[in-house]
């Protein structure tokens, strides 16, 4: 096994699902610049916003939802535009 190969800073991340607004507390190295007050300790923590998770998803939910595909296709299309270079 090689040494130092996983992040040794993991803290308490919220993850907070934009589509129906559930959150669940973690532990993660995720980078974030935002914060949010848990409800249940009313400490402040990161969050981390997911497009869609466990809750939303129509695999685990079994139930066909509308999701922002939109947005989702306007992200890939600048996240991999083609830039002319001339």
Known sequence: MQADKHPKEYRFVV??????????LTRSCVATSETTTWEEDGQE????????SNTSHPFFTGKKMLVDTAGRIEKFNRKFRKVNKK
């Not at 923590?45 to 869609?52: D, W």
């Open 15 to 24: 993850f907070q699902d934009m589509t129906n607004g559930h959150q669940f």
């Open 45 to 52: 923590y990161p969050v981390y916003k997911l497009e869609i």
